[in-house]
């Protein structure tokens, strides 16, 4: 298999699988279930916007590629993703809150609990 060949199969089946589920198949499925008679205007628009933004992307890379090494973007890249995977990670088991619960019982620091709106009762 030429290397060419295998670039443009494995781009391929990357985007399709990051593509599965994505918002913006919701937001085609909701475009085409409210309008389908005009569902060749809507595949057009969204296949349009998707080439747009890739071609936005692709020059960026391509831009970037030229002042900064590959490696420099990839490991760049990878820790942006295992940042904003380890946020997920710590927001799904509260752990900020129990942190800020210890630190606030042992006395280190003082956290102030947000005011209570008083309503009158009618």
């Known amino acids: ?18 593509e599965l589920g994505d918002k913006t198949q919701v937001a085609v499925l909701l475009f085409t279930s409210n309008n389908p008679r005009k569902k060749w205007t809507i595949f057009i628009a969204s296949s349009l916007a998707l080439v747009l933004c ?9 831009t970037l590629a030229r ?3 590959p ?6 890249a990878g ?3 295992l940042l904003l995977g380890l ?12 942190i800020i619960r210890i ?3 042992n006395n280190i620091i003082r956290v102030k609990e947000p005011a209570k709106s008083v309503e009158a009762e009618i």
């Open 54 to 62: 890739v071609i936005i992307e692709v020059t960026i890379g391509l």
């Open 87 to 98: 946020i997920m990670f710590f927001k799904y088991l509260n752990i900020a809150e129990k």
């Open 67 to 69: 002042y900064i090494g």
């Open 1 to 18: 298999m030429s290397i060419k060949l295998l670039t443009w199969f494995t781009t391929y089946i990357i985007i399709i699988l990051c």
């Open 79 to 81: 820790c942006i993703f």
């Open 103 to 105: 630190l606030n019982e």
């Open 71 to 76: 490696n420099i973007i990839n490991k760049f």
